[in-house]
């Protein structure tokens, strides 16, 4: 039962909570100890969060999921954890975060409830909606990114704001598009709000998505405002990594088929980690090291 729980607070997904960090590094508070370790809480935070969103997902879900030929797997879906420890571990994990978040910062604390009520309304209904399903998920990530702006005591950036929405819906999207084309005629049953959708449609809002969350990354990197703050221009150079990361990710969707699970994509695809970790280091280079 132990190791059906830990799978269903899904680990993997973990990784999307690194945004909580992404305050830290361009309010230039890395290599500051007490940001960072509020910034390491906050990402615990919401790790145990997100993870009780997942159980209360796979609970809603469960006669749904039996029918899709992956997560029917799922230790909910296919019997291996019942549903009564499934809610325990998800009322202490959601208790946990929320009490803690608010110990921590009364207002990382308010942006952890909101995330949570949004993620809620998403399971319970949001989801069904058009549009406002992937509008949502990208919601989900911008509060991660504000979350992490307050542990350390800086106003978000609009223009992190606007790249990190962007981004998450260009990745909502694709995964819309992969399960549109996966399951086909049973995706329905699945999700219901599929069949809402075209290929047609998505690829145009994939298209829209992805030429805008480039341009606003570019603009935010030659904007007076961003130069005047770091003192420099040179973080137009982090552009290229941007670039390739976008189409490297598009060739996945597109060629790989690879849209279904962005968070296996992040951790598995080589080209794209390596693209990742040299943006990263571009990143810092340029804002500490004054590159």
């Given at each position: 039962?132990?190791?059906a729980l830990f799978v269903s607070l899904r680990p993997k997904q973990w990784s999307k909570n690194l945004l909580?960090?992404?305050?830290?590094?361009?309010?230039?508070n890395l290599f500051n100890p007490t940001d960072f370790l509020r910034s390491l809480a906050g990402f615990v935070a919401f790790c145990l969060l997100s993870s009780a969103v997942y159980l209360i997902n796979d609970l809603a879900d469960v006669e749904s999921d039996r029918?899709?030929?992956?997560?029917?797997?799922?230790?909910?879906?296919?019997?291996?954890?019942?549903?009564?420890?499934?809610?325990?571990?998800?009322?202490?994990a959601a208790a946990l975060a929320l009490v803690g978040g608010?110990?921590?910062?009364?207002?990382?604390?308010?942006?952890?409830?909101?995330?949570?009520?949004?993620?809620?309304?998403?399971?319970?209904?949001?989801?069904?909606?058009?549009?406002?399903?992937?509008?949502?998920?990208?919601?989900?990530?911008?509060?991660r990114a504000v979350a992490g702006t307050v542990l350390v005591?800086?106003?978000?950036?609009?223009?992190?704001?606007?790249?990190?929405?962007l981004g998450a819906l260009f990745i909502a999207l694709a995964k819309r598009r992969h399960e549109l084309l996966f399951l086909e005629s049973g995706g329905t049953a699945h999700r219901?709000?599929?069949?809402?959708?075209?290929?047609?449609?998505?690829?145009?809002?994939?298209?829209?998505?992805?030429?805008?969350?480039v341009i606003a990354y570019c603009l935010y990197t030659i904007a007076p405002e961003t130069v005047a703050k770091f003192g420099t221009h040179n973080l137009m150079l982090t552009v290229p990594f941007v670039l390739y990361g976008?189409?490297?990710?598009?060739y996945l969707v597109y060629r790989k088929e690879m849209g279904g699970a962005p968070e296996k994509v992040l951790l598995t695809d080589v080209p794209l980690i390596v693209d990742g970790l040299l943006w990263a280091a571009s990143v810092v280079a340029v804002l500490y090291l004054k590159f």
């Open positions: 039962m132990i190791a909580v960090f992404a305050g830290l590094v361009f309010s230039r029918l899709h030929p992956l997560k029917r797997f799922r230790p909910i879906a296919s019997g291996r954890l019942k549903p009564g420890p499934a809610k325990v571990a998800a009322v202490v608010w110990a921590l910062d009364w207002r990382f604390g308010v942006v952890g409830l909101t995330y949570f009520l949004m993620q809620l309304a998403y399971s319970f209904g949001l989801k069904r909606m058009v549009v406002l399903d992937v509008m949502t998920v990208a919601a989900g990530f911008a509060l005591h800086v106003t978000i950036s609009s223009w992190l704001f606007v790249c990190t929405i219901a709000v599929l069949e809402k959708y075209s290929e047609p449609l998505l690829d145009q809002m994939m298209a829209v998505a992805t030429s805008s969350t976008v189409y490297r990710y598009l």
